[in-house]
């Protein structure tokens, strides 16, 4: 089925358009959620939630772009909405340096597959894991991302420069175990 | 290129675009929100498509019987559904959710009239100067092909017939495209790996990876020096030399991937083992049938249509007030009789499956099943 075909039949109500579209993007959206949230559960409440805006607002779809995409937006905004409410308290560890990666820690991240460093963003503390989503992986600049979360723009570029200074102490962990699991041979 | 840039690319390469397992349950908790089918959205749609007023009028008059009594019996939810257009989606699901307890049907024809009708009403009655607006402006920015105003002209149950039909054929397309989920990695651990002997310093093992199990690709990682060179054999007949190949199978089954490593001063060492490739399980499950003997659909078979389930963990059948009517742990097949042993009236049924599939991993599905009468 086509974006167009998913769409009109969301808007006419049908059940099974809908669980069409649901089985279309929910496999993507799922990694976006858990991109940004801090467990599964967390994840699949954002999912559902977002879901719900799609079919609620499926017929704001204007058509000229992606279907995928504006999906997506509206996944990303419910995750945001979704961590502001949590407020979470419990401070995350800040780090004092936000050294920048070298070479082979860049090459050490390419030799990652996306299994690993979706693991790797996983574990990334929630206070920097929304600015380095945002700017990394969907590509929105730091202004945009200010006006996304509701922060400053130098706020945005502090919290994704201790994104990549923990990216490499997280890396010299990896290596280390990978170190491990090859001498268990 | 700049490590920022850098790191961009690297990241969007490899997760955009990535696909995680979502459980059957994730649906079921977003359907039971969402309006009955032909419900709010297709009055929103109405409004989009710039169907003149007289659609929701006639809507109005036919389910003034059914809807409308529950909707003058509940003032409260009368007034939040004259909203704007957007809380009113909201609001509606809520309402239809409502509607669905107060009658106690399950997605039934009644329902499916009832819904529509009922949006049209309030909108007619609560605040027409909002619905004649949506009409007046929704004009402007039809952009519908003729067929779509006819199909909803030509009432809620052929526009239905007819996606139905395209779903059917959506789902073999989505089939291809929905792709293994880390979860169910890392809960089917590899095949057992049988310890290569480590007096040597050269070693030969590797573990291997389900990229996508829908397509049967598979990843294999060595366990050992890269300095060394490598010759991967796969029992289908295929040979790679890289240090971590990626490989597609034709065809589901059990396979034998050897792996020789070989170092610079030529010793050799070998590992081989097997594992097993089979594309996650499916369930697919009828949604209509007749009990009886006439010999067609006299029974439904919950595992029939399935794909790569290797047993049934069990199986609930409830009729709309939420009585048993059919519970299993060995059997997926339901007659359609009662535990006391009556065929059941016809009408709407709901189930919950649980099946572990052929790589071990448990699923669920529920979903609704009408019931004919012969």
């Not at chain 1, 279907?67 to 979704?82: D, E, H, K, V």
């Not at chain 1, 502090?158 to 962990?173: D, F, I, R, S, V």
């Not at chain 2, 709010?40 to 389910?63: F, N, Q, R």
């Amino acid at each position: 089925m086509t974006d167009i075909e998913l769409v009109k039949g969301c808007l006419s109500g049908n059940r099974e358009v809908q669980k069409a579209l649901f089985d279309c993007y929910a496999g993507k959206m799922m990694a976006v959620c858990l991109r940004y949230t801090e467990n599964r559960e967390e994840a699949e409440d954002v999912l559902q939630e977002g879901f719900i805006k799609v079919f609620e607002k499926i017929y704001q779809w204007e058509g000229s772009g992606s279907l995928g995409g504006w999906i997506r937006t509206i996944m990303i905004n419910t995750a945001l909405t979704f961590l502001r409410s949590r407020k979470k308290t419990n401070g995350h560890t800040d780090l004092d340096y936000a050294e920048e990666l070298n070479a082979g820690e860049i090459s050490a991240l390419d030799r990652l597959s996306a299994e690993e460093l979706m693991e790797l963003i996983d574990r990334m503390p929630p206070g920097y894991k929304s600015v380095f989503n945002l700017f990394a992986i969907e590509g929105y600049g730091h202004k945009e991302i200010a006006e996304m979360m509701g922060i400053s723009e130098s706020t945005s570029k502090t919290q994704y420069l201790k994104a990549k200074g923990w990216l490499k102490k997280a890396l010299e962990n990896i290596e280390k175990d990978v170190g491990e699991y090859r001498s268990t041979y | 290129m700049n490590t920022d840039q850098h790191i961009k690319n690297l990241f969007s390469a490899k997760l955009k675009e990535t696909e995680v397992g979502v459980p059957d349950h994730l649906w079921v908790g977003i359907e039971s929100r969402l309006p009955l089918v032909g419900g709010v959205p297709a009055a929103t749609a109405v409004a989009k498509l710039g169907i003149v007023k007289w659609v929701a009028v006639l809507l109005a008059a036919v389910s003034t019987i059914g809807g409308g009594i529950y909707l003058l019996s509940n003032k409260e939810n009368t007034v939040n559904i004259s909203q704007n257009a957007e809380s009113t989606a909201s609001k509606h699901s809520e309402k239809a959710s409502l509607l669905n307890q107060a009658t106690n049907t399950l997605s039934s024809p009644v329902a499916i009239t009832q819904s529509p009708g009922s949006a049209a009403v309030t909108n007619e009655t609560e605040n027409s100067p909002v619905v004649s607006n949506r009409f007046v402006s929704s004009e402007g920015e039809v952009q519908s092909a003729p067929e779509e105003n006819d199909a909803i002209q030509n009432g809620n149950s052929s526009a239905v017939i007819s996606y139905h039909e395209n779903s059917h054929e959506g789902e073999k397309e989505f089939e291809n495209t929905r792709e293994s989920s880390f979860k169910s990695e890392r809960n089917n651990p590899s095949a057992p790996v049988t310890e290569p002997p480590s007096t040597q310093a050269l070693t030969a093992s590797f573990k291997e990876i389900a990229v996508d199990r829908e397509n049967l690709c598979w990843f294999f990682i060595p366990a050992a020096d890269s300095d060394a060179s490598f010759e991967w054999t796969i029992s289908d007949g295929s040979v790679y030399s890289d240090l971590s190949p990626r490989h597609t199978f034709s065809a589901e089954g059990e396979y034998k991937v050897a792996l020789s490593v070989t170092d610079r001063v030529g010793n050799t060492k070998f590992y081989e083992k097997s594992i097993s490739v089979y594309r996650p399980g499916k369930l697919v499950i009828v949604n209509s049938f007749s009990p009886g003997s006439n010999g067609k659909n006299d029974v439904v078979d919950f595992l029939a249509q399935s794909r790569n389930i290797k047993g049934l963990n069990s199986l609930l059948v409830l009729d709309s007030q939420g009585n048993t009517m059919y519970k299993s742990e060995t059997s997926a097949v339901w007659n359609g009789e009662n535990p006391f042993g009556e065929i059941a009236p016809a009408g709407s049924y709901r189930y919950l499956i649980s099946v572990t599939d052929i790589n071990g991993q448990k699923m669920e599905k529920a979903g609704a099943l009408q019931l004919f009468r012969e």
